[in-house]
């Protein structure tokens, strides 16, 4: 196996006049390229926060140690500028909510072909070409005629489908995908599940796809991660995290959804469960 | 079958703009004491519109709520009349239906004073009488009474919102999307204590979502709405083994299941339009 991206002991805490409270604990996740690694956690699990980091966003208040290997750069030692040439060109990310990745105040073109510019120093007729190119791959219609569109005139799916789209125009080798249907309804979704699972399949793309909902995570996922409380508990390929989870959090969490092997199938277990007292996690 | 609870007759609802969007499009249903129906569809197909005419909170433009065989009036400036309380709602989102600056105690106690009200001497019988109880009952500490709502998490602060609708000891409770923005693992237990305690009551209860796969195995029957009309409604085990009409089964082959086949839930292409009328079982 290759390892696309490596995350040696990454701890996360972030600053506050009460002291520094723990966000990540010494997380350990290899990424492997070409294929779909999964992130799952509940909310505050700092699943987000990882994705965060890999990319340099995270608050300007966070402490962090540990080392995030991007080949044979480490990624958390790169400040400012020295990670320009890495963020939005070799990885790119989306968000839950395509309404507010995308400016609502640019055309789909401009968005879709500033950062081109900026990384590839393509000639704009160029960029203007390949943005139609991207738009027909992530099936919006009319490609052409939708790059002079503004976002608003776009549905939620169409809009992650654009988002999807900016992310791709540089070639990047790794995509972190925080969330990205979770805004959207379940029909919709399915078409942009499919869409990431083909563009993995067809264009070797390696994708780090976060999300709270395990039911997605067993659609689109190769190799799945389970967060707590800013650990991995259990990591592995999908059927045996699945199917044969080894960590009492990963059972509990598929005992508590309906769907999952083991999980509420009938209203008796439903009633099981709700039997037992309380349930929050973090409590 | 009984008299039902509360009905809903032809209900159209408009909402202002050029044209108008007609949100709800001539919608009937029954909610029978001691049963539990699952309104589900996508976003924007009207149902949460739906609820709120149900509950009194929206004057629909045409049609008629019946509520224990009378016209229910629509919610005026002075508050909901006492008769009415027998109607509860809890929303999606439980840290704006609580008052932040309230303790818990007293917002449940809220409730208990509507049933007092609306029913006279203590309340309900067999119910619990005070806050702390009810706290307990829904599977909290007595303690927590003293607490805010903003020191608590989202699944207890909607077990909150719960036990201040059923203290008011309602007829029907309508819960539109109550368990929505809660963490997987809480979704189903709230689910489970929403609708055992409403039937423990003996009330009936309308349990709005998006997510099928929950709601199927609460509900009794199922509703389910599409672009403002009601398109297949029937018993839900019946509809999630069988699904009837196009936009049902679709609905039903998008929800990705948490079963590790790696298999990725069926594809509608974008722009598919599904027939209105409602499918006969």
């Known amino acids: ?283 | 079958m009984s008299e039902p609870v509360l009905s809903a007759r032809d209900i159209i609802v408009d909402y202002p703009g050029y044209p108008p969007l007609r949100a709800v499009a001539g919608v009937s249903l029954d909610i029978h004491a001691g049963e539990v129906v699952g309104l589900v569809g996508e976003s924007g197909c009207g149902k949460s519109t739906l609820a709120r005419v149900l509950c009194g909170l929206l004057k629909p433009t045409a049609g008629e709520v019946v509520y224990l065989g009378r016209t229910l009036k629509p919610i005026g400036v002075a508050g909901q009349k006492v008769a009415n309380t027998g109607i509860q709602m809890v929303f999606q989102d439980p840290g704006s239906s609580l008052n932040p600056r309230r303790r818990v105690g007293p917002q449940i106690q809220d409730g208990l004073d509507a049933a007092k009200r609306r029913l006279g001497g203590e309340g309900a019988a067999g119910a619990p009488t005070s806050p702390g109880d009810w706290l307990e009952r829904i599977g909290m500490n007595a303690d927590d009474v003293n607490r805010f709502p903003g020191s608590l998490s989202g699944g207890q602060r909607q077990r909150i919102a719960t036990a201040r609708a059923l203290a008011a000891a309602p007829d029907v409770l309508i819960g539109d999307e109550p368990i929505s923005a809660l963490d997987a693992s809480t979704q189903a237990r709230l689910a489970y204590v929403m609708s055992s305690l409403t039937l423990a009551q003996g009330a009936g209860m309308l349990f709005v979502s998006h997510d099928l796969a929950i709601v199927r195995l609460i509900a009794d029957r199922l509703l389910v709405m599409y672009q403002g009309h009601i398109v297949e409604r029937g018993p839900a085990e019946e509809i999630w083994a069988d699904p009837r009409h196009p936009y049902t089964q679709a609905l039903l082959g998008a929800i990705p299941l948490a079963d590790g086949a790696g298999r990725l839930p069926a594809v509608t292409p974008p722009g598919t339009h599904y027939p209105l009328t409602e499918a006969i079982r």
């Not at chain 1, 990319?55 to 402490?63: D, F, K, N, R």
């Not at chain 1, 080949?71 to 309404?99: C, E, H, V, W, Y």
């Not at chain 1, 070797?204 to 976060?210: A, C, Q, S």
Request: overall charge negative.
């Open chain 1, 1 to 283: 196996m290759t390892a696309l991206l490596r995350i040696e002991d990454l701890s996360l805490g972030i600053r506050t006049e009460q002291g520094t409270t723990p966000i990540l604990r010494g997380v350990n996740l290899e990424i492997e390229a070409g294929k779909v690694q999964g992130l799952a956690g509940e909310s505050g699990s700092g699943k987000t926060m990882l994705g965060l980091t890999i990319v340099g966003l995270e608050p300007t208040t966070a402490i962090t140690t540990g080392q995030i290997w991007f080949g044979a750069t480490d990624l958390l030692a790169l400040t400012g500028k020295a990670l320009n040439p890495i963020r939005g060109r070799r990885i790119a990310m989306i968000f839950q909510d395509p309404s507010t990745a995308l400016h609502p105040q640019l055309t789909v073109e401009r968005q879709l072909t500033d950062h081109m510019r900026y990384h590839l120093k393509v000639s704009r007729i160029e960029s203007r070409r390949r943005a139609e190119e991207l738009l027909d791959r992530v099936g919006i219609a009319q490609a052409k005629a939708s790059l002079s569109r503004y976002p608003h005139e776009f549905s939620g799916g169409q809009r992650q489908r654009i988002a999807i789209a900016c992310a791709l125009a540089c070639g990047p080798e790794l995509l972190i995908a925080d969330e990205p249907t979770t805004a959207l309804d379940v029909t919709v979704q399915a078409g942009i599940l499919a869409l990431v699972r083909e563009l993995v399949d067809s264009l070797g793309l390696t994708v780090l796809f976060i999300t709270h909902d395990l039911g997605v995570m067993s659609a689109v996922a190769d190799r799945v991660a389970i967060m707590r409380a800013g650990e991995i508990v259990e990591a592995g390929p999908r059927d045996q995290v699945f199917l044969r989870p080894d960590h009492d959090y990963t059972k509990s969490l598929l005992a508590a959804l309906p769907g999952a092997v083991g999980g509420l199938q009938t209203r008796d277990d439903l009633a099981r469960l709700g039997g037992i007292k309380g349930g929050e996690p973090h409590e």
